[in-house]
């Protein structure tokens, strides 16, 4: 079996699946994004050596972007380019869970910044307000009150890209200083984590703490099927804990970091995704 | 041993692989190991918009 791993830069995450490919005697190459050049009617015979590609690229454009093309080649990849598109946008993300009649926050989307605060408004302070295609908890904001809502909202009209301009607006979910990401590969949960902090924002690139979640039937049932609303494969799939409403799932994410998941969990997260994809590729299944 | 190209300092490509991630020991200048071989290192690239999971 060969494989490549597509990479942007090589992070802990990509250091740790190297080190279990070279435990499982798999042969692979790191193929780094910023040096392809793809001429799409033409397949390059490279790609034909591999049995999949992994795409591990830490930008989510480019990452997608050779998904796309490797699919349209027939190359086996994981995740696929449809999961991936899904995953890397909130939107597109909220309505398929919604299609599968999974619990989210309440979520509202408007273009025009007066609609925009009216939307705010009618979901109640606070709010969030996200980007669409938002990462590692970036450009997140709170809105307290209508002061916060105008600002925020004139300053993504005049400063943000047209990306922006499109006010995905969330129920603020009051959870307990804390979130939950699950990593669900195929169709287990293999494990979970707490991220506690006392930010709003529970991410762990933004410094929050992270402790062993139990999987409990409940949990493990909600985020395989939420992994399976946005396509399945190998995901990361975040989870709020609100008072009331009880579990809800926020995001899911295509191209997870686990390196702070590891150690309080137990789970040998890289190995699990590797024996993922080694026996897809044994059974024929291409993603 | 590398050289770092913000401050000159001697950097330790060893036990690296290429596009991976050092700091500089003296100054901290985020490095990205570009041969290993031949060490040598480039300021890493800036963080972009759509970088992260």
Redesign the interface.
């Known amino acids: 079996m060969r494989l490549a791993i597509l990479t942007s830069r090589v992070r802990v995450e990509e250091k740790l699946l190297l080190e279990v490919l070279r435990q499982r005697a798999i042969d692979f190459d790191i193929i780094d994004d910023g040096e392809l050049l793809f001429d799409l009617a033409q397949p390059d015979a490279r790609w034909r050596t591999y049995d999949a590609v992994f795409c591990r690229s830490v930008s989510q454009s480019r990452g997608l972007a050779v998904l796309h093309v490797l699919e349209h080649w027939g190359i086996p990849v994981f995740n696929s380019a449809a999961v991936t598109a899904t995953c890397n946008d909130k939107l597109l993300t909220t309505l398929a869970l919604m299609k599968a009649g999974l619990p989210v926050p309440r979520t509202m989307l408007a273009f025009d910044a007066q609609r925009t605060v009216e939307g705010i408004e009618e979901i109640g302070y606070p709010a969030v307000l996200k980007p669409v295609a938002g990462s590692w908890g970036r450009l997140l904001a709170r809105i307290n009150d209508r002061d916060a809502a105008e600002a925020v909202v004139e300053h993504q009209e005049t400063l943000g890209s047209y990306q922006h301009h499109i006010h995905y607006i969330q129920q603020y979910i009051a959870k307990p200083s804390r979130d939950i990401r699950a990593f669900v590969i195929g169709d287990r949960t293999v494990c979970a984590i707490y991220r506690a902090s006392e930010h709003w924002v529970t991410n762990t690139a933004r410094g929050a703490v992270t402790d062993n979640c139990p999987v409990t039937p409940e949990l493990d049932s909600l985020c395989v099927r939420a992994a399976q609303a946005v396509g399945g494969g190998i995901l990361a799939v975040d989870v709020l804990e609100d008072p009331e409403q009880g579990l809800l799932i926020n995001e899911i994410n295509a191209t997870m970091e686990f390196r702070n998941s590891i150690a309080p969990t137990g789970v040998n997260i890289p190995q699990e995704m590797i024996e993922y994809i080694v026996s897809n590729v044994r059974e024929g299944v291409a993603l | 041993m590398a050289h770092c190209p913000e401050c000159d300092a001697n950097v330790s490509v060893q036990d690296t ?5 050092l700091f500089c020991p003296d100054c901290n200048a985020e490095l ?2 570009i041969n290993v071989e031949r060490p040598e290192v480039a300021l ?2 800036e963080v ?6």
């Open positions: 692989i290429v596009g991976e991630i990205e190991v890493a690239p972009e918009e759509d970088w992260g999971e």
